[in-house]
Nanobody, 118 residues
Framework: QVQLQESGPGLVKPSQTLSLSCTVS??????????WSWIRQPPGKGLEWMGV???????NYSPSLTSRTSISRDTSKNQFSLQLSSVTPEDTAVYYC??????????WGQGTQVTVSS
């Protein structure tokens, strides 16, 4: 059974960088052909895909966030991470990590609330 667990600070100040990690158990992040995504849901809004890192370490980002987003991985810890720079209150959301394959997601983390506020 694959499990994903997000971790990171729940409160970030405006203009700072939001950093989250997703620890994966029950499966390796280097296993072909899975992808590992970050997805968020602002209050009262729908899910927004932010970006992805694949089993080879290749990345792709949402065009609306690409200038502020970086996704990396630590294969020794079986983790992948999100950094979102220059945050504003509009970046307040529940942040999820998820495993994908063939254009669908089969496992999700429980989500972590991040609030951007001074």
């Amino acid at each position: 059974q694959v499990q994903l667990q997000e971790s990171g600070p729940g409160l970030v100040k405006p203009s700072q960088t939001l950093s989250l990690s997703c620890t994966v158990s029950g499966g390796s992040i280097t296993t072909s052909y899975y992808t590992w995504s970050w997805i968020r849901q602002p209050p009262g809004k729908g899910l927004e895909w932010m970006g992805v890192i694949d089993y080879n370490g290749g990345t792709n980002y949402s065009p609306s966030l690409t200038s502020r987003t970086s996704i990396s991985r630590d294969t020794s810890k079986n983790q992948f991470s999100l950094q979102l720079s220059s945050v504003t209150p509009e970046d307040t959301a529940v942040y999820y990590c998820a495993r994908g394959r063939d254009d669908s997601y089969d496992y999700w983390g429980q989500g972590t609330q991040v609030t951007v506020s001074s």
